[in-house]
C-alpha cells in the first residue's frame, strides 16, 4: 500500500513538473513572438535590456511644449515680454545649479532653489562629481498660472551630460521644469523668502502696483522692464 502511495506521489509530480514545463515553454515562445514583430528578432532580454539603456543614453528626454496654447494670454497680459529671453535665463539657471551641486556651495542661492542643490548635493556627499559635456537640447513654454498676487511662467527644459563620480563615468538624459514669478503684489508677498523684490528703475522704490505698469512714487513706466522682473522662483526635475 505504502509502495502504491508512493507511485502516485512521484507520478503526481511528474505530472506537475511537465505542467510547469510546458507553461514556461508556451510563454516563453509567446514572448519570443512578441518581440520578433516589435523588432527584436533574435536578441535575448539582456541584449535588448542593453539596448534600451543605451538609447536612454542617447535619446534626449521629451518635453510638451505648450507655446501656443499660453503664449498669447502672456503677451496679452505682459506686453513687450520677451520670453526667449526668460526662456535662456531658466537654461541659465540650470547650469548655474549644476555648478553649485560640483562646487558643494549654495550659499548665493535661496529658497525652493538652495533647497534643490542642497538635495543634489547630499546625493553625492563625500564624492567628487562632475557635470561635463554639459548640453541643454531644448526649452519649452510649459504652463502659465496668474492670480491677484503674483503671475508664474513654467518652462521645461531637456538636457544631456556625462556624470563623473569617483572616476566612473555615464552619459545622462535628463529634464527639469523652472517656475519664473512676477510680482503683482509686492505688499502682499512681504513675507515670501523665495521672491525677489520688484524696485523701480528710476527712483528705485517697491514697485507695489505693476498692474498700472507706472511707480506709484515716480510715475515711471515700467512696462520696459517687463523682462526684467520675472525672477526665477522654483526648479524641479521630472
Given at each position: ?75 496679452e497680459d505682459f506686453p513687450g515680454i520677451n520670453i526667449s529671453q526668460i526662456k535662456r535665463q531658466s537654461e541659465q539657471v540650470i547650469l548655474d545649479c549644476y555648478s ?139
Amino acid at each position: 500500500m505504502a509502495g502504491l502511495l508512493f507511485l502516485i506521489g512521484g507520478i503526481i509530480l511528474i505530472i506537475g513538473a511537465v505542467t510547469a514545463l510546458s507553461v514556461f515553454l508556451y510563454f516563453k515562445i509567446k514572448l519570443r513572438k512578441a518581440l520578433d514583430s516589435a523588432g527584436f528578432e533574435g536578441k535575448n532580454i539582456g541584449e535588448i535590456i542593453k539596448e534600451a539603456r543605451l538609447q536612454d543614453e542617447i535619446e534626449p528626454k521629451s518635453l510638451a511644449s505648450m507655446d501656443r496654447v499660453y503664449l498669447s494670454q502672456i503677451k496679452e497680459d505682459f506686453p513687450g515680454i520677451n520670453i526667449s529671453q526668460i526662456k535662456r535665463q531658466s537654461e541659465q539657471v540650470i547650469l548655474d545649479c549644476y555648478s553649485c551641486v560640483e562646487a558643494k556651495n549654495s550659499r548665493k542661492l535661496k529658497g525652493k532653489i538652495k533647497s534643490f542643490v542642497d538635495k543634489m548635493i547630499s546625493e553625492y556627499e563625500g564624492k567628487n562629481v562632475k557635470f561635463d559635456e554639459f548640453k541643454i537640447h531644448n526649452t519649452v513654454l510649459s504652463s502659465y498660472k496668474k492670480d491677484d498676487k503674483t503671475a508664474s511662467i513654467f518652462f521645461a527644459s531637456a538636457y544631456e551630460y556625462v556624470l563623473r563620480v569617483d572616476g566612473k563615468e555615464k552619459k545622462v538624459q535628463d529634464r527639469a521644469k523652472t517656475e519664473f514669478i512676477y510680482v503683482l503684489d509686492e505688499h502682499e508677498l512681504a513675507d515670501n523668502q523665495n521672491v525677489i523684490g520688484v524696485h523701480c528703475p528710476n527712483c528705485n522704490s517697491p514697485i507695489t502696483d505693476i498692474a498700472n505698469k507706472t511707480c506709484s512714487y515716480c510715475g515711471t513706466q515700467v512696462v520696459l522692464v517687463l523682462g526684467r522682473v520675472f525672477a526665477c522662483n522654483d526648479i524641479r526635475r521630472y
